[in-house]
Structure formats: structure tokens, C-alpha cells
Nanobody, 124 residues
């Protein structure tokens, strides 16, 4: 399985920022297009953003456009999600996974292992 370790979540006030990191262990991250997904209590998992293998193509959910930025550093075997202007509705567990498609939406590989993710809580 392609497993990742997500980190960087935490408790932040509305309007604040966080940077999430997703590190690959035991395989070369640069071989894969990657995506960030999130799931809030009582809601289905949704794609947040994804990025092609080289970083040349990206996609964002409408709800995060202009606020979140996905990037990757293949030399560090890591993908990032910079989250600015956070809102309470961004509260969720955030996961990363390999994706098989970027457009028209981020599509996780069928065998994606979701693991523990990292909790983001936006509250005053």
C-alpha cells in the first residue's frame, strides 16, 4: 500500500493559517500525482486539492480556491497544503493519497489507505 504520514494540523482561530505536510515513507513520492482530502463529522470525504507528478497541474475545490495552495518537493518526498484565511467549515480530518486523475476533480486511487490523517480545527 502507498501510505503517507500527515502532519501540521491543530487548533487555529478563524482567519488563521496552517501548513499541512504529507510525507511518503518507503517509496518515491515523485512517481505519483497526489491529493489532499478531508472529512468532517457526518459528511462524506471530499477532495480538497491535487497536484500532478511534476507540480505543473493543480486543482482545487471551489470552497478553498484563493485560500489554499498545494505544492510538492519531490526531493524531500513531501507534499504540502498551505491553508490561509481558515474558516470554521474547514474543520475536518485531512488526508493525503495518490490520485489517478486531477480534472475535473481529484480522484483517489481505488486502493487508497486513509490512515489517521491530521485534525484541523478552526474555532474561536
Amino acid at each position: 500500500q502507498l501510505q503517507f504520514v500527515e502532519s501540521g494540523g491543530g487548533l487555529v482561530q478563524p482567519g488563521g493559517s496552517l501548513r499541512l505536510s504529507c510525507a511518503a515513507s518507503g517509496f518515491t513520492l515523485g512517481y505519483y500525482a497526489l491529493g489532499w482530502f478531508r472529512q468532517a463529522p457526518g459528511k462524506e470525504r471530499e477532495g480538497v486539492s491535487c497536484i500532478s507528478t511534476s507540480g505543473g497541474s493543480t486543482n482545487y475545490a471551489d470552497s478553498v480556491k484563493g485560500r489554499f495552495t498545494i505544492s510538492r518537493d519531490n526531493a524531500k518526498n513531501t507534499v504540502y497544503l498551505q491553508m490561509n484565511s481558515l474558516r470554521p467549515e474547514d474543520t475536518a480530518v485531512y488526508y493525503c493519497a495518490a490520485v489517478v486523475g486531477i480534472q475535473p476533480r481529484c480522484r483517489a486511487i481505488p486502493s487508497a489507505y486513509w490512515g489517521q490523517g491530521t485534525q484541523v480545527t478552526v474555532s474561536s
